[in-house]
């Protein structure tokens, strides 16, 4: 396939996912819940919905254009991720755009909607099909780009150390908070929050606070959004209860609204699902060599000051962009120098 018919099978994509109608979308979502049942068809409509926003013609040529493509036809095996809706997806682009092949690892949480999306694209066009495969087993993969835990990712090392690899561990997003955010701020960090129920590495999961910030007020401007709805899912309610029995038997303090708990937190970024941790911080000075300190771990900082390089505006992180790559890894250029 030449580079001008995958853009455009990639746009047709792009069409055919915004001309979903309401009844295919919720047999599709029906089907995805039963797999996942973290998959509600809102969570499954919001990821939709961003695939849709960048499989356009004209934002793909125009990324695509920064790399020196040489269709070199290797094999890229793809460990998939299943925490969020088709968060494997921007892999599979990748790896197509770039002449690639793909053997997928589907996981087993996100088999549903990712082979959706693979017999939508070779529908379109059924060269995608020679070039997309979905294996137990990645031994024959040329390079690897494998997604997963801190654990896992040992493993994936050892496994596909003697191979190009780009190996991805856990990561989480944080937000910078000054005291100053409008209502409409702490609206969209709501998004941040809840969104997937928190379960993305795009999810804030700490807030950082300057000594003397009205806490119970932003409580109170954050439950006034429609998030408190998420404990109507049981499993994230389930959550909720848990992590608060713990904090009280345990005597933690803890702050709670009755959907998400509040919890001071120091050293650690990532929170149990239904605790969102905080922080104080002295000056912007100290919290920049905090934020330094644990740039491995965190995937999206979260705010509007103009002190921080790369901040991501409240309300975004689950919109990224083609060139937002996972842990800041170019994924593109890892592809395009294959050899």
Request: with cysteine; proline share 2%; glycine share 8%.
């Given at each position: 396939?030449?580079?001008?018919?995958?853009?455009?099978?990639?746009?047709?994509?792009?069409?055919?996912?915004?001309?979903?109608?309401?009844?295919?979308?919720?047999?599709?979502?029906?089907?995805?819940?039963?797999?996942?049942?973290?998959?509600?068809?809102?969570?499954?409509?919001l990821?939709?919905?961003?695939?849709?926003?960048?499989?356009?013609?004209?934002?793909?040529?125009?990324?695509?254009?920064?790399?020196?493509?040489?269709?070199?036809?290797?094999?890229?095996?793809?460990?998939?991720?299943?925490?969020?809706?088709?968060?494997?997806?921007?892999?599979?682009?990748?790896v197509?755009?770039s002449?690639?092949?793909?053997?997928?690892?589907?996981?087993?949480?996100?088999?549903?909607?990712?082979?959706?999306?693979?017999?939508?694209?070779?529908?379109?066009?059924?060269?995608?099909?020679?070039?997309?495969?979905t294996?137990?087993?990645?031994?024959?993969?040329?390079?690897?780009?494998?997604?997963?835990?801190?654990?896992?990712a040992?493993?994936?090392?050892?496994?596909?150390?003697?191979?190009?690899?780009?190996?991805?561990?856990?990561?989480?997003?944080?937000?910078?908070?000054?005291?100053?955010?409008?209502?409409?701020?702490?609206?969209?960090?709501?998004?941040?929050?809840?969104?997937?129920?928190?379960?993305?590495?795009?999810?804030?999961?700490?807030?950082?606070?300057?000594?003397?910030?009205?806490?119970?007020?932003?409580?109170?401007?954050?439950?006034?959004?429609?998030?408190?709805?998420?404990?109507?899912?049981?499993?994230?309610?389930?959550?909720?209860?848990?992590?608060?029995?713990?904090?009280?038997?345990?005597?933690?303090?803890?702050?709670?609204?009755?959907?998400?708990?509040?919890k001071?937190?120091?050293?650690?970024?990532?929170?149990?699902?239904?605790?969102?941790?905080?922080?104080?911080?002295?000056s912007?000075?100290?919290?920049?060599?905090?934020?330094?300190?644990?740039?491995?771990?965190?995937q999206?900082?979260?705010?509007?000051?103009?002190?921080?390089?790369g901040?991501?505006?409240?309300?975004?992180?689950?919109?990224p962009?083609?060139?937002?790559?996972?842990?800041?890894?170019?994924?593109?250029?890892?592809?395009?120098?294959?050899?």
């Amino acid at each position: 396939m030449t580079l001008e018919e995958r853009i455009a099978g990639f746009a047709a994509l792009g069409k055919r996912i915004d001309s979903l109608g309401d009844s295919e979308k919720s047999e599709l979502s029906l089907r995805a819940s039963n797999e996942n049942a973290w998959f509600t068809e809102a969570n499954i409509s919001l990821a939709l919905q961003g695939l849709g926003e960048f499989l356009d013609a004209s934002k793909i040529s125009d990324w695509i254009d920064k790399y020196q493509l040489k269709n070199q036809g290797k094999s890229v095996g793809l460990v998939m991720a299943g925490n969020i809706p088709m968060v494997g997806f921007h892999d599979l682009f990748c790896v197509l755009m770039s002449g690639n092949k793909v053997m997928a690892k589907l996981s087993t949480s996100d088999s549903v909607l990712m082979n959706q999306l693979i017999n939508w694209l070779t529908d379109i066009n059924h060269e995608f099909g020679n070039s997309i495969i979905t294996a137990d087993r990645l031994n024959d993969a040329d390079a690897v780009i494998a997604t997963g835990s801190d654990n896992t990712a040992r493993y994936f090392r050892y496994y596909f150390g003697k191979k190009p690899h780009i190996i991805r561990q856990n990561r989480t997003s944080v937000a910078v908070l000054t005291g100053e955010e409008t209502v409409d701020d702490i609206a969209s960090l709501g998004s941040d929050i809840f969104s997937y129920y928190g379960l993305g590495c795009r999810n804030v999961s700490k807030i950082f606070i300057p000594k003397g910030f009205d806490l119970p007020a932003f409580l109170d401007e954050l439950s006034s959004t429609t998030y408190q709805n998420v404990t109507e899912h049981h499993k994230y309610n389930n959550n909720y209860d848990y992590n608060k029995s713990i904090y009280l038997v345990n005597g933690d303090k803890h702050l709670d609204t009755g959907y998400v708990l509040l919890k001071e937190e120091k050293e650690q970024l990532v929170s149990p699902i239904s605790v969102l941790y905080y922080a104080y911080y002295e000056s912007p000075q100290q919290l920049l060599l905090t934020l330094a300190g644990q740039q491995d771990k965190i995937q999206c900082t979260v705010g509007n000051v103009n002190w921080l390089e790369g901040i991501v505006p409240f309300g975004k992180t689950q919109r990224p962009q083609l060139s937002d790559y996972a842990d800041g890894i170019d994924t593109m250029e890892f592809l395009s120098n294959l050899s």
